[in-house]
């Protein structure tokens, strides 16, 4: 897929947008994830409950009325069948959450919030993901169906 | 502690009833324009694609990347807080030193980055944008991981004698 200055400008909003909540309801402090997975605290839980209690419905919606896209079509949504790496990746991905106290994207509006700290984070992040892609690579594998990570909808049928 | 903030316009923490919901429009949003679901672990992966000139890159996500960042900072400058430059991390730097504190946040975080790709999403993979699209594969994922880390988080606890 080309990159267009489309994409480009509606990609750097909606991150700004997603940074500027997450920073908002306060999900780069290690505090607030330590807090919930602690079960002390649930707003994050709610937080996650009213994300998904209001795109899901949407989605649908406008999935059943076959919404053409602004830039790229047909609205595709992908539901792929479960397999044993989203479990296993799932479980390391709990765990090293649970230790490093906040995940990708809120780690680095952490970095910006002052946290040095975060910076380790951030580094570590990198390395585990290009640990895992030199894996697949060596293994001639293919890479996990990611279906809420970037997708190549041109070779979609 | 040096603190930088620009307005106290925004509360301390954004109820989640207003945070979650807006998350969710971001989302639905982001279909209706591009098609495309907002994880951050692919934003993560193409970044190092693009600037490793690696063949495929999808570089607009990038601009992605770099936008969370940039909202974040506009959020946190809002706050009456602002920014405060500290090391981060206070319940593990209570108890640790700031050294053993980085060598287990970085050790932490290569096993997250890991799992995430090997699971082919995040939080926000596929912890929002998988599940609104009703994938098995992302719930399976989400369930597994929010288990995980609720479990972990435990074990933690009794290791450190309740102090973490």
């Known amino acids: ?46 937080l996650m409950g009213g994300a998904i209690g209001t795109s899901l419905p949407l989605l649908w919606w406008l999935e059943r009325r076959r919404t053409r896209t602004v830039l790229g079509g047909p609205l595709l949504l992908s539901r792929s069948k479960p397999r044993r790496e989203h479990v296993i990746g799932g479980a390391l991905f709990g765990i090293g959450w649970a230790v490093s106290g906040t995940c990708p994207a809120p780690a680095l509006v952490m970095l910006v919030s002052g946290a040095g700290l975060a910076a380790v984070t951030i580094i570590g992040l990198f390395v585990g993901l290009n640990l895992r892609d030199a894996q697949v690579r060596r293994a001639d594998g293919a890479a996990t169906a990611a279906d809420g990570e970037h997708r190549d909808i041109t070779r979609v049928p | ?69 940039i909202g974040g900072l506009v959020g946190v400058l809002l706050k009456e807080d602002g920014i405060v430059r500290r090391a981060g991390y206070d319940a593990l730097r209570n108890e640790l030193s700031l050294g053993t504190t980085a060598i287990i946040v970085l050790v932490g975080a290569v096993v997250m980055g890991y799992g995430a790709r090997m699971a082919g999403g995040c939080t926000s993979g596929h912890g929002i944008c998988g599940t609104a699209q009703r994938s098995p594969a992302s719930w399976v994922a989400t369930c597994t991981f929010m288990g995980a880390a609720v479990l972990t988080t435990l074990v933690i606890r009794v290791i450190s004698g309740g102090a973490i």
């Open chain 1, 1 to 46: 897929m080309k990159s267009s200055t489309a994409h480009k400008v509606f990609g750097l909003l909606f991150g700004a947008g997603f940074g500027f909540v997450l920073a908002a309801a306060n999900l780069h402090e290690y505090d607030t994830i330590h807090k919930m997975l602690r079960l002390e605290e649930f707003d994050v839980f709610l």
């Open chain 2, 1 to 69: 502690m040096l603190s930088t903030t620009f307005a106290a316009v925004l509360p301390d923490r954004l109820p989640w009833y207003f945070a979650g919901p807006a998350l969710g429009l971001l989302v639905v949003g982001f279909f209706v324009i591009a098609n495309q679901p907002l994880g951050a672990t692919g934003a993560y992966v193409e970044t190092y694609k693009t600037v490793t000139r690696a063949p495929g890159a999808v570089s607009w996500r990038m601009f992605y990347f770099l936008g969370i960042p």
